[in-house]
């Protein structure tokens, strides 16, 4: 039986492209999970090959019971967001994965054009944590519980997380 997507895009989401393009596919990653690390230059080659085609929405599942450092590496993800710089920060910690503790996540905030003790507060608000818990509980009713998680046009994809792979998936999508 197919799993169809609980909660649908939102404004919320941290996303990349047009709402308006043909497909979607919304990753649920852990910036610890050496599978998701493997999955982001594959899903950085599709949106450059996609073009207008794609919108890809990140969603967070940090697999805390077996990466440490998962939870503050999303709640990073979600501090750095509030001060503008997501994606940015999201690259970076797949690009750094899996130095992921709190002296690197620093550093990266500040690689990143962040000021370190701004980002530290907002690291340490219950913001922060509250948007990585809402999409956690929103993908709970799947009883999924692994990374890189790929929902496409709202539709669970079960096949490897290779370009081609999900590059006929997506062209499947579009029509």
């Not at 799993?3 to 308006?20: F, H, M, Y």
Request: proline share 7%.
């Amino acid at each position: 039986m197919a799993i169809t997507l609980p909660v649908p895009p939102n404004p919320k989401d941290w996303q990349r492209g047009s709402a308006e393009a043909p497909v979607t596919l919304i990753e649920y990653g852990d910036f610890q999970c050496e599978d998701s690390a493997a999955a982001y230059p594959v899903i950085k080659r599709l949106l450059e090959d996609q073009g207008e085609r794609l919108r890809f929405i990140f969603r967070h599942l940090p697999l805390t019971d077996i990466h440490i450092h998962a939870l503050d590496a999303a709640k990073a993800a979600e501090a750095a967001g509030a001060l503008g710089r997501f994606w940015e920060m999201h690259d970076a910690l797949y690009e750094h994965s899996p130095r992921l503790n709190r002296p690197d996540l620093r550093r990266y905030a500040e690689e990143i054009g962040l000021e370190g003790e701004r980002f530290e507060q907002e690291l340490a608000n219950p913001q922060a944590y509250a948007g990585v818990r809402e999409d956690v509980d929103g993908i709970r009713p799947t009883g999924i519980g692994s990374t890189p998680t790929f929902f496409i046009n709202g539709e669970h994809y079960e096949g490897p997380a290779t370009l081609e792979a999900l590059a006929e998936a997506i062209a499947r999508a579009a029509g």
